[in-house]
């Protein structure tokens, strides 16, 4: 019985990490010079991604439907994969994001993008074509949060 427990834990625990890193890719390559707040905004985003079920059942389904080809492909994207590749400064930073998607994936960290579910940075890309179908919940760093409108609900 103990070690049906242990086993339980582990596999928890197991998930929880991958959980982590799959999240800590895509910050990586989102905003790796956010900062904590930047990071924040967008581990948050996908772990309400996540919540609404719409946009996969894991971390990294979420993050599969969410990364744009152009993010995969990044220089970013690609060295998340294997670690041993950054150097170390690339390593800090990493390993400070995992810091705070850790602290966001266990539910420690509030929502600062205000249940936003998407994020594009307008400055440099210009206002994305799904925009007008959401919400603006606010600005962090370099990103305009937004959420999915509330469905009308008829009155009585």
Known sequence: ??????SFTARALN??????????????????????????????????RLKSGNYGNSYKEVLNKSLS??????HQYKLSGSPDKMNQYERNIFNKIKDVVRGVVRGDVPDNTKGATHFENIQQFGMPYWAPEMTPTGKIGSHTYFKEKAPHQEGF
């Open 1 to 6: 019985m103990a070690g049906e427990k242990q």
């Open 15 to 48: 998930q929880l990490e991958d959980d982590v890193h799959e999240l800590t890719r895509g910050v990586f390559a989102e905003d790796a010079m956010g900062g904590p707040e930047g990071w924040m905004g967008v581990a948050n985003a996908m772990k309400n």
């Open 69 to 74: 080809s152009v993010r995969k492909q990044s």
